[in-house]
């Protein structure tokens, strides 16, 4: 499977404790972005993130949300001492370098619903 | 703030009628905008991508840009009970998308 991978697929975490979601970009894609959907809302940008580069993390909320894309392995969104109102569904989406044709074209996975109970 | 708007919806169309789906932006430093369909519980898909002014046909598909009005929209021919699912909006520069919150379509058979 060649498209954009993300795992868990769905995660129950407690208030307080911490939330990681992975992101495996598409074969070939160098550029990964995190996005919000909370229920009966549009999608909401959070960070690009290129190889070991946070580009613009404009969307982030100031506390608790961090996010990597080390040079080996997935992306990871954590989210520290979560609380109700991060439930929602986070999408991973991935692209092609910049100069590539259709390179902002966005291929989003499949998405981690994070349930804080 | 950048804003992408979608007629609200939703929207209902008979079996084998053409779906309007309609998109405005306020950034006109936009260069590019997608419109993705999302069915319920799933992820976004991409379904057309438009750059220029004009029109952009992909099989049932045409996607339509008109930067002076900052106007975008999505026709659907000959709608199937499969294309009911949102349809979202995203106009964008090289990077960061801005979505709208989606237009809701139903076919009905």
């Known amino acids: 499977n060649a498209g954009v991978m993300q795992n868990p697929r769905h995660l129950v975490r407690r208030r307080g404790q911490e939330a990681r979601l992975r992101c495996s970009p598409m074969?070939?894609?160098?550029?990964v972005y995190w996005y919000r959907q909370l229920p009966e809302e549009g999608l909401k940008f959070m960070v690009y993130l290129q190889k070991e580069n946070i580009i613009d993390e404009s969307g982030m909320p100031k506390e608790r949300f961090s996010a990597e894309f080390p040079k080996e392995g997935p992306s990871i969104l954590r989210i520290q001492q979560v609380v109700r109102g991060d439930s929602a569904a986070y999408f991973c989406?991935?692209?092609?370098?910049?100069?590539?044709?259709?390179?902002?074209?966005?291929?989003f996975g499949p998405g981690t619903r994070l349930t804080v109970l | 703030q950048k804003e992408v708007e979608q007629n609200s919806g939703p929207l209902s169309v008979p079996e084998g009628a053409i779906a309007s789906l309609n998109c405005t932006y306020s950034d006109r430093g936009s260069q590019s905008f997608f419109w993705y369909r999302q069915y319920s519980g799933k992820s976004p898909e991409l379904i057309m991508s438009i750059y220029s002014n004009g029109d952009k046909e992909d099989g049932r598909f045409t996607a339509q840009l008109n930067k002076a009005s900052q106007y975008v929209s999505l026709l659907i021919r000959d709608s199937q009970p499969s294309d009911s699912a949102t349809y979202l909006c995203a106009g964008g520069g090289n990077y960061k998308l801005t979505f709208g919150k989606g237009t809701l379509l139903t076919v009905n058979p």
């Open positions: 074969k070939g894609h160098s550029h």
């Open positions: 989406a991935s692209s092609l370098s910049q100069g590539a044709p259709g390179f902002n074209e966005q291929f």
